[in-house]
């Protein structure tokens, strides 16, 4: 009976409740056979279950600083979110929370509020080819110059190198602080769903497929070809 009750531990540690269930089975036809000997029934002592000790997991706190006062906490952790530390140049650091809130808000609806961009603006001027072409009576009317588009090429690497999942930690831990920038544009809603339609409205972009003209409206450049895209002045 010692052996068995033994076995029947060890068996219960290493496959559970299912095998347990066999072995109970296996006993039961022992126990019938030896009834037909006229031997006594073997019998499992039970196994006390013993409950492993739970990971205790520290919740952490995390101290915000009030919004006036936030440019130096982001800024410590930029590193963080970009292998391309290099590239950290680009942002622009002072009034970061704000900006991010009142341009995002913008571009959801389909502006650019460029002076509350957290970019620094490019080095090099957009640019168009000097020869100027006539398009469906347009007057004035210039070809993209493609050289231009590469103005952004760090922008658009510092994008990339971002890593996402730490992103979207920073998102919350930094909501509060969010929140109190949107609701001094008068907002009382959720902050986030405005985040989503400006997402949305980048993913639904279709970009150029081929050459762009513009015309030029005072000392800006509009878009002649592509006028369902939405593009702005530039």
């Avoid at 972009?205 to 005072?218: H, I, N, Y």
Wanted: hydrophobic share 35%; charged share 25%.
């Amino acid at each position: 009976t010692h052996c068995i009750s033994s076995a029947a531990s060890d068996v219960y540690k290493r496959q559970g409740l299912k095998t347990l269930t066999i072995i109970d089975w296996a006993v039961k036809s022992v126990n019938q056979y030896r009834q037909t000997l006229g031997e006594e029934p073997v019998e499992i002592e039970p196994v006390p279950l013993v409950e492993e000790d739970k990971p205790t997991v520290e919740e952490v706190v995390i101290t915000l600083p009030t919004l006036n006062e936030s440019d130096d906490w982001l800024q410590a952790k930029l590193p963080d979110l970009t292998w391309r530390n290099e590239l950290i140049s680009l942002v622009v650091t002072e009034d970061i929370v704000r900006r991010f809130v009142v341009f995002t808000d913008n571009f959801s609806q389909g502006q650019l509020a460029y002076e509350h961009s957290l970019f620094v603006q490019p080095k090099d001027k957009f640019s168009v080819d000097e020869q100027s072409i006539n398009v469906d009576g347009e007057q004035n009317v210039w070809q993209w110059n493609s050289k231009t588009s590469k103005r952004f090429d760090l922008y658009v690497d510092l994008l990339r190198s971002v890593d996402s999942t730490t992103l979207v930690n920073w998102y919350i831990d930094m909501k509060p602080l969010v929140d109190e920038a949107y609701s001094e544009l008068g907002y009382e809603e959720d902050f986030t769903l405005t985040l989503q339609d400006a997402i949305t409205r980048v993913l639904d972009m279709e970009l150029p497929k081929s050459a762009m003209d513009v015309t030029r409206t005072s000392v800006m450049y509009k878009s002649v070809s592509y006028t369902h895209l939405t593009l702005p002045t530039i």
